[in-house]
C-alpha cells in the first residue's frame, strides 16, 4: 500500500505530463532559486527600497541554512531515488538535485521572497500567492519533491519572512544593517 504522502505526489507526478507543461515548470522553477530573489532585490534596489532588498538577500541566506541543516539532519531520499518509473524531469544547472528532499529549499525560498515583497508591495499579493503554489506544483510535477517536502518549505520560507518583515517593521534589522 501507497502512503499517502507518495499517493498523493503520484497524483500530481502523473497528471500533466506533455511537453508544454515540463517547459513552464521548469521555467516557474526558477522563481525558487536564490537567485531570482536577489534579482528582485537588485530592482527594489533602484526603485529605492532599502530595507526590503536587504531583508530579501538576508532572509534568503538563513533560508539556506536552515533549509540545508534540515536537509542533511533527516536526510530524506527524492521520490525519483525512491519511487519506481519516477525520473526528474529537468535538471538544475546550479545543482541540487543530489541533496536530500525534505523540506524544498525553492518552495522555502519562494514563500520567503512573496512574505517580503509582499509586504512591500501589498497590492501584489494575490500574484505572489500563486507564484509560490506554481513553484511548489512544480517541484512535485518535475519528481523532485513530495508534496509534504514543498508545504514544509514553504511553511519555513513564510517563517522566515514574516520574521523580517516583523524585525523590519520594528525598524531593527534594517537599522542595524543599513548602520541608522
Given amino acids: ?105 525553492h518552495a522555502a525560498l519562494a514563500a520567503m521572497g512573496a512574505v517580503i515583497v509582499g509586504y512591500a508591495y501589498p497590492r501584489s499579493r494575490p500574484a505572489l500567492v500563486v507564484l509560490v503554489l506554481l513553484v511548489m506544483l512544480s517541484r512535485v510535477y518535475l519528481g523532485l519533491h513530495y508534496p509534504t517536502d514543498v508545504l514544509a518549505g514553504a511553511m519555513l520560507g513564510a517563517a522566515v519572512g514574516w520574521i523580517a518583515v516583523k524585525l523590519q517593521a520594528d525598524n531593527k534589522l534594517a537599522e542595524r544593517i543599513l548602520g541608522r
Fill in 1 to 105: 500500500m501507497v502512503d499517502p504522502n507518495t499517493a498523493l505526489f503520484l497524483l500530481l507526478y502523473d497528471s500533466l505530463h506533455n511537453q508544454l507543461a515540463t517547459m513552464f515548470f521548469s521555467a516557474i522553477t526558477w522563481a525558487g532559486h536564490l537567485a531570482f530573489w536577489a534579482a528582485v532585490g537588485l530592482v527594489l534596489l533602484l526603485k529605492d527600497k532599502k530595507r526590503p532588498a536587504i531583508d530579501l538577500l538576508t532572509a534568503g541566506l538563513i533560508v539556506i541554512l536552515a533549509v540545508q541543516a534540515i536537509k542533511y539532519g533527516l536526510a530524506v531520499p527524492r521520490p525519483f531515488e525512491m519511487v519506481t518509473g519516477v525520473m526528474p524531469l529537468t535538471h538544475d544547472p546550479i545543482g541540487g538535485e543530489a541533496d536530500p528532499s525534505f523540506p524544498s529549499g
